[in-house]
């Protein structure tokens, strides 16, 4: 025991001679990489400034984006957990990394862990003429015809959630009711029916929606996978949902190849993976990519990840928005009325959502003030020229921030004002590099289009049917990440109906 302790006394500087080392070349490596970029001078040794990214990412965000805004760079640097990252403010500097996105320049990876949680053959990995392959093949789901089957179905789920809030506000009267967590259940649920429709019974809905809360739990915790910890769980989460709509593509190509109507997004893309199929077997040639039961599974995973969160963010940010600006919510329930009415009992129609152009113009303007996913990571691949005197070095975690963009530009950018996308004004043409909600470059998002109407659906819904208001308490409007970002009282409200009654949509029982 005493020679143990004497040769631990005798190896202890050494050791600590060897830490200290390995923290002076850490310190050295960041600050080369580092250069004049503004930033950190120092960092924590080894972890970086990763637990305040995990403590308050808002906070974290907002000081990298003060060192971006004190020169003249567009762009700050930083440490976490080993890696150097640069967080990109300037909108033309954000779309060299989203242009290029290849294997000698940008990776993205949408989340700083991703790989380890959504796996390698996730779609937003995909690069090159793979990855245009394969959006071709996607590209059918977002047609008219098929946007069209997607409002039927969104309708019926938005009206059914709406009652069952405004029955839970007068259940907990007079306290007010969070909508972060009910608007997500409804943004499930939507997305289930859109992209999976009659594959998804009861029973695996409701293991879908608790494998999901798994994932969200995750996604917001360090890449710690092991047994017990919430990475695991995400992770073995993701693989459970991937593997459930995998079967459900399995059913919607059984029903497809009877030549039976679409009635859910799987459906209009087995429609045309079917045909594909079909010529590659008359051809002697084997299955063509991307058609397996599994590989489709994972792809519909990515929309569902992309769809449901940044859906929840821009709900709760617009019934903020609206209850802060009256005379907004006053023009909105005006346009609807003149176009709409819940007791029609008839859906609102492709072409009544094209009328409501102010409401259209509300919804771009909360998705342009309050952009879900603020920040969308890249890993550089090589050193990269971002600048004439900056290069990026390879390896590096880059964030181009999506947020920073959308109030350079437009005209008073601090202001909620929807008229900027007027036909008057167009801000949305005029200063469209700054809008970059959807990203841009090959990987822009494909179903921009889908996530608008959705939005454009809920507000039109909402403001028809009841009547809110907002809990205001100190801070309440507060950015926090949950991952994308929501009022930080996860938009606490008072709810009553506005209506005499809640209209019935018997006609698309069917598509349920």
Known sequence: MAISLFNFTQLAPYFISFLLFLILLEQISYLRKKRFVPGPSLVIPFVG????????????????????????????????????????????????????????????????????????????????QE?????????????????????????????????MWVKLSSENAPNSIPLRVIARDMNLETSQAVFVGPYLGLEARER?????????????????????????????????????????????????????????????????TLREIAETKAAGKPPPPYSSDTEIGGYLFDFLFAAQDAST??????????????????????????????????????????????????????????????????????????????????????????FDSSFQGFTEPDRFDPDRFSEERLEDQIFKRNFLAFGAGPHQCLGQRYALNHLVLFIALFVSLIDFKRHRTDGCDEIVYVPTICPKDDCKVYLKRRCTRYPSFPQIGSLL
């Not at 762009?75 to 500097?93: H, P, Q, T, V």
């Not at 152009?357 to 890993?379: F, G, N, S, W």
Request: charged letters at 20%; hydrophobic letters at 40%.
């Open 49 to 128: 400034n990763a637990i305040s990214l995990v403590g308050n990412p808002t906070k974290f965000w907002e000081v990298q984006s003060d060192f971006a805004k004190s020169s003249n760079t567009g762009f700050s640097a930083n440490y976490i957990i080993g890696k150097f990252i640069l967080f990109i403010r300037d909108s033309e500097l954000s779309h060299k990394v989203f242009a290029n996105v290849r294997p000698d320049a940008f990776h993205l990876v949408g989340h700083p862990f991703g790989k380890k949680l959504f796996g390698e053959h996730n779609l937003i990995y995909m690069m090159g």
């Open 131 to 163: 990855h245009k392959d394969l959006r071709r093949r996607i590209a059918p789901n977002f047609t008219p015809r098929a946007l069209s089957t997607y409002t039927e179905l969104q309708q019926i789920i938005i009206v059914k959630h709406l009652q």
């Open 208 to 272: 879908f929606k608790q494998d999901y809360f798994y994932f969200n739990v995750g996604v917001m915790k360090l890449p710690f996978d092991y047994p017990g910890t919430a990475f695991r769980n995400a992770r073995l989460a993701v693989d459970r949902l991937v593997k459930t709509l995998g079967t459900c593509t399995g059913h919607s190509k059984e029903r497809m190849e009877r030549g039976e109507e679409p009635s859910c997004l799987i459906d209009y893309w087995m429609q045309d």
């Open 313 to 402: 963010s821009s709900l709760l940010w617009a019934v903020t928005l609206l209850d802060s600006h009256p005379d907004i919510l006053s023009k909105v329930r005006e346009e609807v009325a003149g176009i709409w009415t819940p007791e029609s009992d008839a859906l609102i129609t492709a072409d009544q959502l094209r009328e409501m152009k102010y409401t259209q113009a509300v919804a771009r303007e909360v998705v342009r003030y309050r952009p879900p996913a603020t920040l969308v990571p890249h890993i550089a691949g090589e050193d990269f020229p971002l600048t004439d005197s900056y290069t990026i070095p390879k390896g590096c975690i880059v964030f181009p921030s999506a």
